[in-house]
């Protein structure tokens, strides 16, 4: 008889059958709403940080941007190479580590997190817009 055993241990779902365990990432899974937690998604896509508004094409060096299947967003002036490296579809953890404080109402710009890509287990830590609440 096969056992079926389901714990949550964070955001990772672990499926244990006839006593093997190992780590299946929890689909469909939202932003995280506290510092210090973390959601299991994907990467949908990797650009740079501007395009060219009468191409449509990518501005090299004007730094990279990443999007995840939850709806995550991490932008950075920055070409990061921990993000050129990963590839769409690649599993991560996408945690977030801050909130910024006193933001005028409706602007919620500025939240930062960390980001472990699960094949090639590296990380980056940026925010999710290129400016923080309030700026421009």
Do not use: K
């Not at 973390?38 to 941007?65: K, M, W």
């Not at 579809?89 to 710009?109: A, N, T």
């Not at 500025?110 to 830590?125: A, D, I, P, Q």
């Amino acid at each position: 008889m096969t056992m079926l055993r389901r714990v949550r241990l964070s955001s990772v779902l672990l499926l244990g059958i006839s006593g093997a365990v190992s780590p299946i990432p929890a689909l469909a899974q939202s932003l995280p709403t506290r510092p210090g937690t973390c959601v299991a998604t994907t990467v949908s896509s990797i650009g740079t940080r501007l395009v060219d508004g009468r191409t449509g094409r990518p501005i090299h060096g004007s730094g990279s941007s990443v999007r995840f299947a939850n709806g995550g967003v991490q932008v950075s002036y920055d070409d990061v190479d921990a993000i050129r490296r990963s590839r769409v579809g690649d599993q991560v953890f996408f945690c977030l580590i801050s909130i910024p404080q006193d933001c005028p109402p409706g602007d919620p710009r500025g939240r930062v997190y960390t980001t472990t890509n699960r094949r090639t287990l590296e990380s980056w830590t940026l925010p999710d817009a290129q400016h923080m609440c309030g700026g421009a």
